[in-house]
Nanobody, 121 residues
Framework: QVQLVESGGGLVQAGGSLRLSCAAS????????MGWFRQAPGKEREFVAA????????YYADSMKGRFTIFRDNAKNTVTLQMNSLKPEDTAVYYC??????????????WGQGTQVTVSS
């Protein structure tokens, strides 16, 4: 069992930056692929970014490439999403998730409660 708690959301102007953090409980954090997803009002949840167990491989949705960076610290059981050059369309609730599987974009086993990111124009 893994419990995930996100933090770092808030209100930012377009072009600004935010850093989201996800703290995981448990001693097996390094066994999981970690991902970030988001859901805007009236829209389906979408994949944002993911990072493999060792942290050596990352994967991004096309619209986030070059703007967002995901990294993890297995010693601290944390995964972080650095978001730069934010746009109003990035406004959403952002969720941290953990997966024991091989897919980057689906079949996640555990989810956090989400943190709100609002980008004003």
């Amino acid at each position: 069992q893994v419990q995930l708690v996100e933090s770092g959301g808030g209100l930012v102007q377009a072009g600004g930056s935010l850093r989201l953090s996800c703290a995981a409980s448990g001693r097996t954090f390094s066994f999981y692929t970690m991902g970030w997803f988001r859901q805007a009002p009236g829209k389906e949840r979408e994949f944002v970014a993911a990072i493999r167990r060792s942290g050596g491989t990352t994967y991004y949705a096309d619209s986030m490439k070059g703007r967002f960076t995901i990294f993890r610290d297995n010693a601290k059981n944390t995964v972080t999403l650095q978001m730069n050059s934010l746009k109003p369309e990035d406004t959403a609730v952002y969720y941290c998730a953990a997966s024991r599987g091989s897919s980057y974009t689906r079949d996640y086993d555990y989810w956090g409660q989400g943190t709100q990111v609002t980008v004003s124009s």
